[in-house]
């Protein structure tokens, strides 16, 4: 006969590897979670300023010459383009180059210039496969 009452031991309660799951878990959440500032969304640029001292003619015939003006009209050699369509531009300079098809380009853009028309410029020249360009800027004031 066994007088003893059958006591089991309290079971133990390792903390341990509960600790290590929650520090992976954690350091997860931690890596893969992003911040975002109040104005991220916004980028602020500060466009730069030409300081060179180098003169240039006005009149270079060694160069196609597209202007923009605060509206996106383009001018090609001071003649307007009809309309602001990027396939009406691309059948303009075309016209404007005739033989000359490696000619480069010169674009002046006004300051205001929405940045659309520059690139419908640029994805024009692209087109007709013109790769030397240039953008004209004006000369900062000496200090």
């Not at 369509?85 to 002046?108: F, H």
């Not at 940045?115 to 000496?142: C, E, N, P």
Request: aromatic share 4%; charged share 20%; hydrophobic share 45%.
């Amino acid at each position: 006969m066994n007088l003893r009452s059958n006591r089991r031991k309290p079971p133990e309660l390792v903390l341990i590897p509960l600790l290590d799951v929650l520090l992976v878990l954690l350091i997860f959440f931690m890596v893969s979670t992003t911040f975002k500032e109040k104005d991220a969304s916004r980028l602020h640029l500060q466009l730069p300023q030409a300081e060179g001292t180098e003169e240039r003619p006005d009149q270079d015939p060694g160069h196609l010459r597209i202007t923009i003006d605060q509206a996106g009209n383009f001018y090609i050699d001071d003649q307007a383009v009809v309309d602001q369509q990027t396939q009406t531009l691309v059948r303009a300079i075309n016209g404007a180059l005739g033989e000359r098809k490696g000619l480069p380009v010169l674009i002046q853009a006004d300051a205001l210039t929405p940045h659309q028309a520059v690139m419908a410029v640029l994805d024009a020249a692209a087109q007709l496969g013109l790769l030397k360009i240039a953008f004209s800027a004006t000369r900062t004031a000496s200090r």
